[in-house]
């Protein structure tokens, strides 16, 4: 099978949540640093501002899991999945990876209950519905899910490809 298609989008996503990640932490950086002046030079702070980077924390936190995990950045114990055999090895890490597709699904279900519930709450500074902050929960379980769905699917068509095995095992 070819995927080509999925990886181009997938790309593209990517690089719209990096340049993301990396536009909120400059805005969030800058205010909090304007702030500080503020605070110690004029004695008053900007009332909005921690609201905004608080909002902007959460979203740059699941942007960023999503950045890492397409690149498999994310921190993982193999050394007794190592112990296997190449073809044993792909096919428990492919059952593990459809695991947590269900559970990331449990959890996107979650999200999106929460999502709607805090759509008629609003902050109290910026006055924007918590449900569209909190809305990135459910953005980033769902692209976390079909990210480990995919590897799920290429652990189990490499299963076939003895060849590759004494690349992976040298």
């Not at 996503?13 to 969030?28: E, S, T």
């Not at 902050?123 to 079909?146: D, K, M, N, Q, R």
């Amino acid at each position: 099978m070819n995927f080509t298609w999925l990886k181009k989008i997938n790309d593209v996503v990517m690089a719209i949540f990096k340049w993301v990640v990396i536009v909120f932490a400059i805005v969030m950086t800058c205010m909090t640093f304007f702030n500080v002046v503020l605070r110690y030079v004029v004695g008053t702070t900007i009332a909005w501002s921690e609201e905004l980077c608080r909002f902007l924390f959460i979203w740059t936190t699941f942007l960023g899991v999503v950045v890492a995990n397409d690149k498999e950045e994310h921190m993982h114990l193999d050394f007794i999945v190592n112990l296997f055999p190449y073809k044993v090895r792909k096919v428990i890490l492919g059952v593990v990876y459809l695991a947590v597709v269900v559970f990331l699904a449990i959890l996107a279900r979650g999200a999106l209950r929460y999502t709607i519930i805090q759509l008629d709450w609003t902050s109290s500074a910026l006055h924007v519905p918590y449900g569209a902050v909190y809305s990135i929960s459910l953005v980033s379980f769902t692209v976390l899910a079909v990210q480990f769905f995919c590897r799920a699917i290429r652990q189990f068509m490499e299963i076939g490809h003895p060849e590759d095995a004494a690349v992976k095992e040298a």
